[in-house]
Nanobody, 125 residues
Framework: QVQLAESGGGSVNSGGSLRLSCASSGLTYRTYCLAWFRKTPGKEREGVASGDPDGNTNYADSVKGRVTISVDSAKNTLDLEINSLEPADTAVYYC???????????????????WGTGTQVTVSS
């Protein structure tokens, strides 16, 4: 059974950085699409970044240049580093995994069946 658990969220000032981590069990990294999503109240869930089994990464335009997704297969963790944080980045961040056919296309993530419970990121101006 695939299990995911996020950590690393918190409150930061605008311009700061955070590193979110997703601990996983029950999956083989090289066969799953791994992704980070975020959700703010009143808005649809947004794909932030994804990494496919071949090691290709993809980022949403809203975070491109400020975000890096990385996988440590030895530790079974999926990390998301966010720099130059803005108040618009305030959200609950979720990691997700599944064998989806189009890992490089970031959507709202409805095709993913495995999710963590989320970690809150709050950015103040």
């Amino acid at each position: 059974q695939v299990q995911l658990a996020e950590s690393g969220g918190g409150s930061v000032n605008s311009g700061g950085s955070l590193r979110l981590s997703c601990a996983s069990s029950g999956l083989t990294y090289r066969t799953y699409c791994l992704a980070w999503f975020r959700k703010t109240p009143g808005k649809e869930r947004e794909g932030v970044a994804s990494g496919d089994p071949d090691g290709n990464t993809n980022y949403a335009d809203s975070v491109k240049g400020r975000v890096t997704i990385s996988v440590d297969s030895a530790k079974n963790t999926l990390d998301l580093e966010i720099n130059s944080l803005e108040p618009a980045d305030t959200a609950v961040y979720y990691c997700a995994a599944d064998r989806v056919p189009r890992c490089g296309i970031l959507t709202a993530g409805y095709e993913f069946n495995y999710w963590g419970t989320g970690t809150q990121v709050t950015v103040s101006s």
